[in-house]
């Protein structure tokens, strides 16, 4: 992608970036899409996931470049977004990521810490960063551990493994893991006490929060990280 195509994707919300990539799908990455996001309702897997209110579980997770982060600590500092995505090789995960790139000044300037968390090991998420100049704190969730505690993980089901392998993709060997495992793009804004204040949870994989809209549950929050900061010296 052109710098110059770069700067127009970024003008777009995600819902028009989404309409863009779905016009492009074939007949086989429409029946797929239908059928995972029909596979996904009917499991109610969404019901499973942390429900504003709820505390969140704190997890310990390696970055791009192998540095442990802490989610207690992250929110010891003001405001905490956790976003899953599903990988590099997902174009809307790749929108989002670019979409949350471009405000990722203003996360800054309310003192809040924005993480994103996909199943990816290895060189993978270094190299995503690289391929989409992101300065994200991307962290890999190994063995999934953190999307289970977030209630986002699903086992793949068989017509969809055989969909994506049929792309190429080899899920278990990007993850480091046997098993077929994703979660579903998922964002969670909690707060300095751990609790979850807004929870954006969507079978629908092509469907992601704008963020704007996560900026708007940060700022609700923002006064108390700048009282806590201001006295922090």
């Known amino acids: 992608m052109?710098?110059?195509?770069?700067?127009?994707?970024l003008?777009?919300?995600?819902?028009?970036?989404r309409n863009e990539l779905m016009a492009g799908f074939?007949?086989?990455?429409?029946?797929?899409?239908?059928?995972?996001?029909d596979w996904l309702r009917k499991a109610d897997i969404a019901s499973h996931a942390l429900q504003v209110g709820d505390t969140a579980p704190d997890f310990l997770l390696p970055d791009a470049h192998?540095?442990?982060?802490?989610?207690?600590?992250?929110?010891?500092e003001g405001p905490l977004v956790v976003s899953f995505y599903r990988g590099g090789w997902c174009p809307f995960c790749n929108a989002e990521l670019r979409a949350l790139q471009a405000v990722k000044a203003e996360f800054d300037s309310l003192k809040a810490n924005l993480v994103v968390?996909?199943?990816?090991?290895?060189?993978?998420?270094?190299?995503?960063?690289?391929?989409?100049?992101?300065?994200?704190t991307m962290l890999a969730d190994v063995d999934h551990g953190v999307a289970i505690?977030?209630?986002?993980?699903f086992r793949v089901p068989e017509e969809?493994?055989?969909?994506?392998?049929?792309?190429?993709?080899d899920f278990g060997h990007r993850h480091g893991s046997t098993e077929w495992m994703l979660p579903i793009p998922a964002t969670f804004v909690i707060d300095q006490d751990g609790v979850v204040r807004s929870a954006f949870v969507e079978p629908d994989f092509t469907i992601r929060q704008e963020p704007p809209d996560i900026l708007n549950k940060v700022r609700e929050l923002a006064p108390r990280s700048g009282e806590n900061s201001a006295h922090s010296w």
């Open 2 to 9: 052109t710098v110059e195509l770069m700067s127009d994707h």
């Open 26 to 37: 074939s007949d086989a990455d429409r029946e797929s899409y239908l059928f995972l996001v």
């Open 149 to 153: 505690s977030y209630g986002v993980l």
């Open 66 to 76: 192998g540095r442990l982060h802490s989610s207690e600590q992250l929110r010891g």
């Open 160 to 169: 969809t493994k055989a969909h994506y392998a049929g792309q190429g993709y």
């Open 117 to 136: 968390v996909s199943p990816e090991t290895r060189d993978l998420p270094r190299q995503l960063k690289r391929q989409l100049n992101l300065d994200l």
């Open 11 to 17: 003008t777009k919300t995600l819902n028009q970036v």
